[in-house]
């Protein structure tokens, strides 16, 4: 079986199309979340904001959260999060804050964009390991 895949949404769309359980296709989008989640760590590095104070408190969603460092330290994603094999890759709730004042600008400085680059970039490699791994886990197909 050849498909021709384009882009995130086309794998999604021909996992769906084959008939497998969710472990399966987790075991396939983890392997190329886990490089996602090492190219945002880098990004985040390159941006870089690195709180000089030893803790750092952040308000967000009416909760207090400290922040210890760079927040590239706070770039998370939970593998086979989801029942039909997904996952979510971006920042803990302490990051997020802090990731988006960096991304976007305040009143006081420009934002970095780091995120807009991130996905405009080509991601071959996390299209070559969820390949690898779907052969792996279909059985060479």
């Avoid at 920042?91 to 991130?118: C, D, I």
Wanted: proline share 1%; no cysteine.
């Amino acid at each position: 079986m050849e498909e021709n895949v384009t882009g995130v949404e086309d794998v999604l769309q021909q996992l769906s199309n084959m008939e497998m359980n969710g472990r399966k296709k987790s075991k396939i989008i983890e392997a190329g979340a886990r490089v996602v989640e090492k190219e945002l760590k880098v990004a985040a590095k390159e941006a870089g904001y690195n709180s000089k104070l030893p803790n750092m408190l952040i308000y967000s969603d009416g909760r207090k959260y400290v922040i210890k460092g760079h927040f590239s330290d706070y770039v998370t994603h939970k593998p086979h999060q989801y029942a039909d094999g997904s996952t979510d890759v971006g920042f803990s709730k302490q990051g997020v804050a802090v990731a988006h004042w960096v991304n976007n600008g305040t009143y006081r400085q420009n934002g970095k964009h780091f995120m807009e680059k991130l996905g405009a970039e080509d991601h071959d490699e996390a299209f070559e390991m969820m390949a690898e791994k779907s052969k792996e886990v279909l059985g060479g197909e």
